[in-house]
């Protein structure tokens, strides 16, 4: 059974950095394809970040692009996103995503079949 646990998250002031982190426990966890999803109270669940199987492509809404940045690392079966210059409304429940895939790179929260319970990341104006 496919379990994924994330951490890392907290409370930062607007301007600051944080980098999640979603263990894995997928025995062939190089032949997914990895998400970042984040809710808001109120809100639908979006994407924020996703990476291919071998952590060649990689995907961002415009809302995050060139302050998020997500890796992977297979031989530890974990996926990152490094956020950076965090904004207020960057404030949200994030969840790690699963899909298996040899090379397709889901962007839609229907295409992931496992998820994680989520983290917490607060900022704070």
């Known amino acids: 059974q496919v379990q994924l646990v994330e951490s890392g998250g907290g409370s930062v002031q607007a301007g600051g950095s944080l980098r999640l982190s979603c263990a894995a426990s997928?025995?062939?966890?190089?032949?997914?394809?990895m998400g970042w999803f984040r809710q808001a109270p109120g809100k639908e669940r979006e994407f924020v970040a996703a990476?291919?199987?071998?952590?060649?492509?990689?995907y961002y809404p415009d809302s995050v692009k060139g302050r998020f940045t997500i890796s992977r690392d297979n031989a530890k079966s974990t996926v990152y996103l490094q956020m950076n210059n965090l904004k207020p409304e960057d404030t949200a429940v994030y969840y790690c995503?699963?899909?298996?895939?040899?090379?397709?790179?889901?962007?839609?929260?229907?295409?992931?079949?496992?998820w994680g319970q989520g983290t917490q990341v607060t900022v704070s104006s």
């Open positions: 995503a699963a899909r298996g895939s040899s090379w397709y790179v889901p962007r839609e929260r229907n295409e992931y079949d496992y």
């Open positions: 997928i025995r062939t966890f190089s032949s997914y394809a």
């Open positions: 990476i291919g199987p071998r952590g060649v492509t990689t």
